[in-house]
């Protein structure tokens, strides 16, 4: 599923926000579980940034699951990669879009409703006005059933 409706995401460091369009549900019937391989990327412009001297706009992406689609109580994060996407030193700006993806294998035990989504969180540095604006991503999953014929 690709989404490309723009998000525009506050610069404050270290809160998540979900990333809209990126919620998946994957339901797992086989008695001994499953395994889901799961992709996801988005892509991310700063152009309306601002920082104070030397400065940078970068960010963590990260995939989440949980049992229940409200994302409450417990949820798992599963894993993340960085992402930059505007720096400026001294007098030079530079505001590009930025990509980045994760992977993982999600080795699923027993039956059940599963959903997943992907997490924005900033980690700028020095960065007085702007925000982050999610452009494209996507969240796939492939599940593998375990049984051999």
């Keep these: 599923m690709t989404v490309s409706v723009q998000q525009g995401i506050p610069n404050a460091n270290g809160i998540l926000t979900p990333i809209e369009g990126t919620e998946q549900e994957i339901?797992?019937?086989?008695?001994?579980?499953?395994?889901?391989?799961?992709?996801?990327?988005?892509?991310?412009?700063?152009?309306?940034?601002?920082?104070?001297?030397?400065?940078?706009?970068?960010?963590?992406?990260?995939?989440?699951?949980?049992?229940?689609?409200?994302?409450?109580?417990?949820?798992?994060?599963?894993?993340?990669?960085?992402?930059?996407?505007?720096?400026?030193?001294?007098?030079?700006?530079?505001?590009?879009?930025?990509?980045?993806?994760?992977?993982?294998?999600?080795?699923?035990?027993?039956?059940?409703?599963?959903y997943y989504r992907l997490t924005f969180r900033p980690q700028s540095v020095r960065i007085n006005a702007g925000e982050y604006v999610v452009q494209e991503r996507s969240l796939n999953i492939l599940q593998f059933d375990r049984t051999i014929p």
């Design 27 to 114: 339901v797992v019937t086989e008695a001994g579980g499953a395994d889901l391989f799961i992709s996801g990327n988005i892509q991310v412009l700063t152009d309306t940034m601002d920082g104070n001297g030397a400065a940078s706009g970068s960010y963590n992406l990260i995939l989440e699951r949980s049992t229940n689609a409200q994302f409450s109580g417990l949820v798992d994060q599963l894993t993340f990669t960085s992402g930059l996407a505007f720096l400026e030193l001294g007098n030079q700006t530079v505001a590009f879009q930025g990509s980045a993806s994760v992977s993982y294998i999600d080795r699923i035990t027993e039956p059940g409703v599963y």
